[in-house]
T-cell receptor
Framework: DTEVTQTPKHLVMGMTNKKSLKCEQH?????MYWYKQKAKKPPELMFV???????INESVPSRFSPECPNSSLLNLHLHALQPEDSALYLC????????????FGDGTRLSIL | QQQVKQSPQSLIVQKGGISIINCAYE??????FPWYQQFPGKGPALLIA?????SEKKEGRFTISFNKSAKQFSLHIMDSQPGDSATYFCAAITSFAGGTSYGKLTFGQGTILTVHP
């Protein structure tokens, strides 16, 4: 079992739907990340939150909207997604230092119809 | 400059054999080198990691060898088991410009390891 918990594990949505992915960690980590992973590829960074503030947006389309309600929670709000957005969405966290390893959750498998 | 090159893309090993995965990098600003293991349907799990001032680190059957001058590092899995069959990613971490409380992970392209019984 991972210490980063993501819900739901699977999500199927239409292109006009609005849904949210949730991530929770209780390791006291102060940096949290969203990644997108396509099949047979490494994860690609989307967003970084540091001390609950958005620090990095890797030119992600606005149909993806991150939110960090507190130091343990991270959400990713989805709206008007495209079929090419189907992927595994991974949340990760790390201690509040730049060269500490990131710990990943098991992801949400997202399918866009 | 930011790439980490990983080889081979796939690897087949017999049970009990040694699995070796290699990575090379160019960016000398990388200062932490983790390896991740990913099973189908799961997220990447941190397996073992090394800092550039150390030439080797061993944890159980897993060993990282690090050659700073050659900018290369490798993962050795001794006595490989069918349960080790997974995708392995090497990675390197560097700070974002200006110094931050978070790091940028640069992944290799991954190696699919299959261990036959």
């Amino acid at each position: 079992d991972t210490e980063v918990t993501q819900t739901p594990k699977h999500l199927v949505m239409g292109m006009t739907n609005k849904k949210s992915l949730k991530c929770e960690q209780h390791m006291g980590h102060r940096a949290m990340y969203w990644y997108k992973q396509k099949a047979k590829k490494p994860p690609e960074l989307m967003f970084v939150y540091s001390y609950e503030k958005l620090s990095i947006n890797e030119s992600v389309p606005s149909r993806f909207s991150p939110e960090c309600p507190n130091s343990s929670l991270l959400n990713l709000h989805l709206h008007a997604l495209q079929p090419e957005d189907s992927a595994l969405y991974l949340c990760a966290s790390s201690q509040g230092q730049d060269n500490q390893p990131q710990h990943f959750g098991d992801g949400t498998r997202l399918s866009i119809l | 400059q930011q790439q980490v090159k990983q080889s081979p893309q796939s690897l087949i090993v017999q049970k009990g054999g040694i699995s070796i995965i290699n990575c090379a990098y160019e960016n000398t600003a990388f200062d932490y080198f983790p390896w991740y293991q990913q099973f189908p349907g799961k997220g990447p799990a941190l397996l073992i990691a090394i800092r550039p001032d150390v030439s080797e680190k061993k944890e159980g059957r897993f060993t990282i060898s690090f050659n700073k001058s050659a900018k290369q590092f490798s993962l050795h899995i001794m006595d490989s088991q069918p349960g080790d069959s997974a995708t392995y990613f090497c990675a390197a971490i560097t700070s974002f410009a200006g110094g931050t409380s978070y790091g940028k992970l640069t992944f290799g392209q991954g190696t699919i390891l299959t261990v036959h019984p």
